[in-house]
């Protein structure tokens, strides 16, 4: 299995009270990000990881994104099944490239991207299955790609791949759930929170019962290189869903495949406003409205909306929901 990184945590910045008062009184407007990089001294700083983007608006409102963070949430990759030495095999190819990332305000940020997008492709195969990862590094940066998962050292994904060179991971997938997959070259906080991660869903050999699947992956941006998360967001843009919220229906089952990638922080938590969820695989359990996950830990969560509205989502360390890590969940008619 990975190992997540032994980074020392940083403590989050101060936080104006204002941003919150002004959260709440704005309803959805996405004051968050824009006002905190305003506090920070960020505003229109060029750092190393960062530039000017001449985008206005905050949030993703009127920024043009290199990917939709609305595909994100429902989109899974199942790659193609090839017949080889007589047992099928599951192709997957992810390639590692450089993309701009307008996040907030103007600052642009230099991603490290796992086909074009934060997270990389959500990957799905079955239990039982092997699949062939073929990594492909388009970056000018060494990368690679670690698994987590039961497999031999030669799969493990630890080797940097040179830039313009291709990696083949092969493994065997004997359980099924989540698993992370990340970059593993030195320094992994920096390679992770540039961007390279995703997940890989392992369904059991007979399916969950049908549901509203959501991938909604958590993560931190160092925007200015000093070692500490500036931003974060669901799904690589902060405070997306805030401004186009989830959309889900009355009582239908939600599928939430949970991950967080947040490097350079504790324990993040992840909390459902106004509802209770419960975790799969977790035995008997009573639903709750708040879990608490370490790096690269992940977690099944299924709940249903009883009531039309919207509903939060966010890590309940508000200072982080207050720098991009916020959404919302948007309960319409059945
Ligand atoms: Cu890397």
Redesign the pocket.
Known sequence: MGHPQSTPGAAAKEAPSAWTRRRLLGGAAALGTGAALTALGLRGARAEESGHSGAGGHGGGSRSLPFDPQACLRSFERGRVIQENGRPLRLFEVEARSINVPLAGDVLFKA?TLNGRIPGPTLRARQGERIRVVFRNADS?A??LHLHGVHPAAMDGIEPILPGRTAVYEVDLDRAGLFPYH?H?APVSR?VGKG?FGLLVVDPPVDRPPADELVLVMGGYDINNDGRNELYAFNGIPDAYMLHPIQVRQNALVRIYLLNMTELESPLTFHTHANAFTVVGAGAQEPTDVITLGVAERTILELRYPYLGRYMVHPHQDQIAERGAMGFVEVTPA
């Open positions: 490290w940066t990368h690679s970059c070259v390679h390279l």
